[in-house]
């Protein structure tokens, strides 16, 4: 079974418009994390979500958590030129303890055209 | 702002020969991981490592592989005889121990190309 799936594969948007993207995934999860990476290059954290809350919001970015539909969705307001790049979702499984490494999703590829 | 740093940023071998990855974590990061990323596809968890041991591996994670902190600062990812589908980007994340610290630093990656 596939862990951190994301939706839609790509999406392309006007700069100024809102990008919405969104993950699912399957097994209980302790945390979800958003990344985002630009073409070819390293992962960049973007937000960490607890299985205990519900929203969170860090500048332009809003992240929800829906733990009994076992889904994330990450809202980019504003979009700008910069923010193309591939967005990911990772989730951290649920455990006492553990290591928390992360299972990462396909990734969404968001192109913000001038 | 500190960083994990990694070396070589790129990396072209044979099939059969060995590579060491390097990657040096943030200073005060005690847990240490290796993640890879063929072109196209998903970013995969390799391995975990915390007090000079390995804590988790993945299923990728092979008699091939092997990590080690050989001093205080680097932390290197061996693949003893390299095979054309060990091709990929290679990541090194680091986080803190505290827990609710859960947020995992990554290197910018090696890509490295075995032909």
């Known amino acids: 079974s596939q862990q951190g799936e994301e939706d839609p594969q790509a999406l392309s948007i006007q700069e100024g418009e809102n990008a919405t993207m969104n993950c699912s995934y399957k097994?209980?999860?302790?945390?979800l994390q958003w990344y985002r990476q630009n073409s070819g290059r390293g992962l960049v954290h973007l937000i960490l979500?607890?299985?205990?809350?519900r929203e969170k919001h860090s500048g332009r970015l809003r992240v929800t958590l829906d733990t009994s539909k076992k889904s994330s969705s990450l809202l980019i307001t504003a979009s700008r030129a910069a923010d193309t790049a591939s967005y990911f979702c990772?989730?951290?499984?649920?455990?006492?303890?553990?290591?928390?490494?992360?299972?990462f999703g396909k990734g969404t590829k968001l192109s913000v055209i001038p | 702002e500190p960083e994990v740093t990694q070396t070589p940023s790129h990396q072209v071998t044979q099939m059969g020969q060995e590579v060491i990855l390097r990657c040096v974590p943030i200073?005060?990061?005690?847990?240490f991981y290796w993640y890879r990323q063929i072109l196209g596809q998903k970013v995969e968890f390799l391995v975990s490592?915390?007090?000079?041991?390995?804590?988790?591996k993945s299923e990728i994670f092979d008699d091939q592989f092997s990590v080690e902190r050989p001093d205080g600062s680097n932390f290197t990812l061996k693949i003893r005889s390299t095979k054309l589908e060990d091709s990929a980007m290679y990541f090194c994340?680091?986080?803190?121990?505290?827990?609710?610290?859960?947020?995992?630093?990554f290197g910018p990656g090696t890509r490295l190309l075995v032909l």
């Open positions: 994340a680091s986080r803190v121990l505290t827990s609710g610290q859960e947020t995992q630093y």
């Open positions: 097994t209980s999860i302790n945390n």
């Open positions: 979500i607890r299985s205990n809350e």
């Open positions: 990772a989730t951290v499984p649920y455990s006492g303890a553990g290591s928390y490494q992360l299972t």
């Open positions: 200073s005060n990061h005690l847990y």
């Open positions: 490592f915390y007090n000079n041991e390995i804590s988790e």
